[in-house]
């Protein structure tokens, strides 16, 4: 069974930066996606991120292009912005079209103005 476990989250001003981990078990295929999702409160939960492990290929949500960069284990967030504020997940999947198989329980990442 997989388990995808989020750490990294916490408080920081606007112009911050965080790094979020994304600890997964239970792998038993070499070919996977992981994402990132997000929600803000009183919001839907959106995809901020996906790359596949097979090709490394990665896609953004057009807001945070430029500014947050996915790896297999980490999602690196530069330049927040208050908007930015949510639980952030971590999901994995078969590819990135069905990356949200998968979820973790979340962190919190609060951007202060």
């Known amino acids: 069974e997989v388990h995808l476990v989020e750490s990294g989250g916490g408080l920081v001003q606007a112009g911050g930066s965080l790094r979020l981990s994304c600890a997964v078990s239970?792998?038993?295929?070499?070919?996977?996606?992981i994402g990132w999702s997000r929600q803000a409160p009183g919001k839907e939960r959106e995809r901020v991120a996906c790359?596949?492990s097979m090709s490394g290929s990665t896609r953004y949500k057009d807001s945070v292009k430029g500014r947050f960069t996915i790896s297999l284990d980490s999602l690196q967030m530069n330049s927040l912005k208050p908007e930015d504020t949510a639980v952030y997940f971590c999901?994995?999947?078969?590819?990135?079209?069905?990356?949200?198989?998968?979820w973790g329980k979340g962190t919190l990442v609060t951007v202060s103005a």
């Open positions: 239970g792998l038993t295929h070499d070919a996977y996606a």
């Open positions: 999901t994995m999947g078969g590819d990135c079209a069905y990356v949200d198989e998968h």
């Open positions: 790359i596949d």
